[in-house]
C-alpha cells in the first residue's frame, strides 16, 4: 500500500486511544496562538514528515541500514542543545553519546561496519536521513511546550495535527488497491495503541523530566530491543556481534544518564 495509507492507519488508531486517554482529563487545556503554532509543527514533523521519508525510505533501504541512519538522531539532539540551549557538555556525556552510537553500528552491521554503506548514499538514504531530521525537530519542539501544557495533551494535539496533514494528503493519493486483511487491521490498531499512543506519551514524559539529550539517546536502543524481540518472536539467529553491541549501547546510555 502507499506510504501514506499505512501512516494513516497507524495514526488513526493512535488519534482514537490519545482521545481515549484525554477523556480523563478536563477540562481540556486551552492554547494560545503560539502553543498552537508549536504544536501544530511537532504534528507535522513528528507525524506527517517523520512517516512520509520512513516508509518511502523503506522501499528501498533494509531496516538495518534505515536502523543505523536512525541512530544519528541522539547526536543531532545533543549537538543543537549545546550550541542552542548552551546544555552543558561533559567529557563523560560526549563519551557515552559516542559509545551508544558505536554499539548500535556495532549490533546492525553484525561486526563489519564497512558494508552498511559499501554503495554510498542513495535516495532510500535520504529519505530516511530526512526521518531522523525531522524527529530531532519534533524532540527539540517538545521541549518548548514542556512546562506550558500537560504531556497527555500535548501529545494528543499534536497528533490529530499531524494526522488532518496525513488526511488531507492521503484524498490525493489513489486508494488502496484491495481491502485491509484483518491482520493489517489488527498490525494497525497494534502500531497506534502501542507504538503511538503509549509510546509517545511516554516519551514527550521522559523529554520533560530528562531533557530532550538524554531521552534522544534512549532511541539506540530500538535496534537492540527489535534484534532480541526477532529472535524471541520470528527465531531470527543472535550473534556475538549483536550481544556485545547490545552491551555497549547500554554502557553508552548510562554514560550519558550519569
Not at 531530521?133 to 506550558?148: D, E, F, M, P, Q
Request: charged fraction near 5%; aromatic fraction near 12%; charge should be positive.
Amino acid at each position: 500500500m502507499p506510504a501514506v495509507h499505512g501512516s494513516l492507519g497507524r495514526f488513526g488508531f493512535g488519534s482514537l486511544g490519545l482521545l481515549a486517554v484525554l477523556l480523563f482529563y478536563r477540562p481540556w487545556p486551552a492554547l494560545t496562538a503560539g502553543l498552537f503554532g508549536r504544536l501544530a509543527a511537532m504534528g507535522l514533523f513528528g507525524v506527517f514528515f517523520y512517516n512520509i521519508c520512513f516508509f518511502n525510505g523503506l522501499q528501498t533501504v533494509p531496516a538495518g541500514r534505515a536502523s543505523m541512519v536512525a541512530s544519528m538522531q541522539p547526536m543531532f539532539v545533543f549537538l543543537f542543545s549545546a550550541l542552542v540551549w548552551g546544555e552543558k557538555v561533559t567529557p563523560l556525556k560526549v563519551t557515552g553519546l559516542l559509545v551508544s552510537l558505536s554499539g548500535a553500528v556495532l549490533v546492525l552491521s553484525q561486526g563489519e561496519p564497512g558494508r552498511l554503506f559499501a554503495q554510498g548514499l542513495n535516495t532510500g538514504d535520504l529519505w530516511i536521513l530526512g526521518c531522523a531530521v525531522s524527529w530531532v525537530i519534533y524532540t527539540l519542539l517538545g521541549r518548548t511546550v514542556t512546562g506550558k501544557i500537560p504531556a497527555v495533551a500535548a501529545t494528543a494535539y499534536s497528533t490529530w495535527l499531524g494526522t488532518a496533514a496525513l488526511v488531507a494528503y492521503a484524498a490525493l493519493q489513489p486508494p488502496p488497491a484491495a481491502p485491509w486483511s484483518p491482520k493489517v487491521w489488527l498490525a494497525a490498531a497494534f502500531l497506534g495503541w502501542g507504538g503511538t499512543t503509549a509510546a509517545f506519551l511516554l516519551y514527550l514524559k521522559g523529554i520533560g523530566q530528562i531533557g530532550p539529550s538524554r531521552a534522544s539517546i534512549f532511541i539506540n536502543l530500538v535496534p537492540v530491543f527489535g534484534v532480541i524481540l526477532s529472535s524471541v518472536f520470528l527465531g531470527e539467529a543472535v550473534s556475538g556481534a549483536t550481544l556485545l553491541g547490545g552491551a555497549v549501547v547500554i554502557v553508552g546510555v548510562r554514560l550519558l544518564n550519569r
